[in-house]
């Protein structure tokens, strides 16, 4: 099951993992407001830069494009090639950087499932350790809970990744992206009738991606 991960910092629309321009069908640690099953990878202590930039911040804007400058342009987005070393620490530097940054931690997830590993090389601590701490800096972000939730949708964890789109969902009850893939985990567990709601909810707030209903109609669901 494939659900969706964020491009472009002012982007509304998801990308298909395989490639950044096609859709595809994707806490302190104790403090979130999540099961602390969720912690499934051991994370080690780990020193963060002294500067820590805010995604979400205006006044940190400037600071964050410099630093995506040096380490974060179009080709390590796709996990083509990095700026100063290798793609994986590129990524790395940046998110020590900016813990919460979006399309740096979806790239990171991206990068995992891509080399089959949880820490790819480069990357200091696993992908799950990063996304655990972009959630303790950010924890009322909702972008950083739906690649988390995608990730562990990812690793076959659906019940946590359901925990995670549905805090997520309580931030930001009309996003299209958190209802549709709601309704593709509620397929898989086969719970029809929750995940026709979130499917129209989903298309009704102008989400294109067919993947969903097309589930639910081979299922005989849709309607």
Known sequence: MNLALPTRRSDAHWVRFRRLAVAWTFLTLAALLVQPALAATECERFSWQEERLNYT?????????????HHFDADTESLIRGIS?????????LVRYSPNHHRGLAA????AIKDKTPQPAGVKIPVECYLLRGLEFAPSDPEVMKIYATYLSRLGRNPEAMAMFEQAEKLVPDDPVIAYNMGLLLTEKRDFERARIYAKRAYEGGLQLPGLREKLAKQGQWR
């Open 57 to 69: 911040a205006a006044k940190d804007q400037l600071r964050i494009s410099q630093v995506e400058g």
């Open 85 to 93: 070393g290798g793609i994986g620490a590129d990524i790395d530097f």
């Open 108 to 111: 990171l997830v991206r990068l």
